[in-house]
C-alpha cells in the first residue's frame, strides 16, 4: 500500500510539472507565431495538458488495464467541465464567447456522442481508433482554417509578448521536450501505483480510472484554465476545456485502439458515458437557459462544481 502510494504522488508530481512545462512551452512556441488565443486554447493548450491522459491511458492499455485507461478519459472529461470550469467561475466569471457556444463545444458534444455509438459493442479496436483519429484532423484542419480569420486588431502589450516568445523559442523547445519526458515518466508510475492500490483495497480499476487517476491527469487543464481566468484570458481557459475533451477523445482514444484494443465494460457504456455527456448538456444549459447568458458566474461554478463532487462520492457508494 505504502509503496502503491508513493508511486502515485511521485507520478502526479510529474504529471504536474511535466505538464507544466509542457503548456508553457508549447503556449509561448504558439504565441511567438502571433496565433490567436482561442486557437492556442483549443489546439496546443488542449493538445499539451491531453498528454498526461494520452500516457497514462497509453501505457494502461499496453499494460492490458483497459478499465482504467477509458476511465481515465471519461472521468478526466467530466472533471475537466465539472471541476475545472466550476472552480474558474469561483474564482472570477468565465466569459464565452457565442461564437464559442455555436462552433466548438457542438464539436465536443458531437465527438463525445460519437465515441459512445463507436463503444456501444463493447471494445474499441484498431478501426475504431482510426475513424476518431480521423475526425481529429478534421478538427485540427477546423481550427487552421479559423486561425487564419482576421482578428481583433492587437494592442501594445499582446505585441511585447509575442515579440519576446520569438525570441525565446529555443528555450521553449527545451521546455516542451522536458515537459514530455516528465510525462512519460510520470504516467508509467502513477499507473503502476494506481494498480497496486486498486488491487490492496479490492476497489476496480475503472472507478480508480475514473476519480483518481482522471483527476491526476485533469491537474494540467485545471492549472491552466484556473491561471488563464485568473489573468483574464478567458479564450484560453475555455478554449482549454473543450479542447482538452475533445483531443481526450479523439487523440488518445484515437491512438490508443490502434496499439491495444481497449474493453469498455457494460457499466462505461450504461452510466458513466450517459453522465459524460449529461455534464456536456449540463453546461450548454447553464450557458444558455438563464440570464446572465453566456457567463459561468460563481453560482454556476458552484452548481458544476456540486455535480462533480455528487460524481466522485457516487464512485464510492
Known amino acids: 500500500m505504502l509503496l502503491g502510494s508513493i508511486l502515485v504522488l511521485a507520478g502526479l508530481l510529474l504529471l504536474y510539472y511535466g505538464a507544466e512545462y509542457l503548456v508553457t512551452g508549447s503556449s509561448h512556441l504558439a504565441l511567438s507565431f502571433g496565433v490567436r488565443p482561442l486557437i492556442v486554447g483549443l489546439t496546443v493548450v488542449a493538445f499539451a495538458t491531453s498528454m498526461p491522459e494520452l500516457m497514462v491511458s497509453l501505457f494502461a492499455a499496453y499494460r492490458g488495464s483497459s478499465s482504467m485507461a477509458a476511465g481515465n478519459i471519461i472521468g478526466s472529461n467530466i472533471a475537466n467541465i465539472g471541476l475545472i470550469l466550476g472552480v474558474a467561475a469561483l474564482i472570477t466569471p468565465v466569459l464565452v464567447a457565442r461564437s464559442t457556444l455555436v462552433r466548438e463545444v457542438p464539436i465536443m458534444v458531437a465527438a463525445s456522442l460519437g465515441l459512445y455509438l463507436v463503444a456501444l459493442d463493447g471494445e474499441l479496436a484498431f478501426g475504431n481508433g482510426l475513424v476518431l483519429f480521423f475526425c481529429l484532423l478534421i478538427f485540427l484542419v477546423y481550427c487552421l482554417v479559423n486561425a487564419r480569420q482576421p482578428s481583433l486588431p492587437q494592442d501594445g502589450d499582446v505585441e511585447k509578448a509575442i515579440s519576446e516568445a520569438s525570441g525565446q523559442r529555443g528555450r521553449n523547445v527545451v521546455l516542451v521536450l522536458i515537459g514530455m519526458a516528465g ?99 449540463l453546461l450548454i444549459g447553464l450557458l444558455t437557459m438563464m440570464p446572465p447568458r453566456l457567463v459561468l458566474d460563481r453560482k454556476r461554478g458552484v452548481v458544476l462544481l456540486g455535480a462533480y463532487l455528487l460524481f466522485v462520492v457516487s464512485l464510492f457508494l
Request: net charge negative.
Open 183 to 281: 510525462l512519460s515518466l510520470g504516467a508509467e508510475l502513477m499507473v503502476r501505483g494506481a494498480v497496486m492500490v486498486a488491487t490492496l483495497l479490492g476497489v476496480s480499476e475503472l472507478v480508480i480510472g475514473l476519480s483518481i487517476v482522471a483527476l491526476g491527469t485533469s491537474l494540467p487543464e485545471l492549472a491552466a484554465s484556473v491561471m488563464s481566468a485568473w489573468k483574464g484570458e478567458m479564450d484560453i481557459s475555455v478554449g482549454n476545456v473543450i479542447g482538452s475533451n475533445i483531443f481526450n477523445v479523439l487523440f488518445v482514444l484515437g491512438i490508443c485502439p490502434m496499439i491495444r484494443t481497449i474493453t469498455i465494460e457494460p457499466r462505461v457504456i450504461n452510466v458513466d458515458f450517459p453522465i459524460m455527456l449529461a455534464f456536456c448538456g
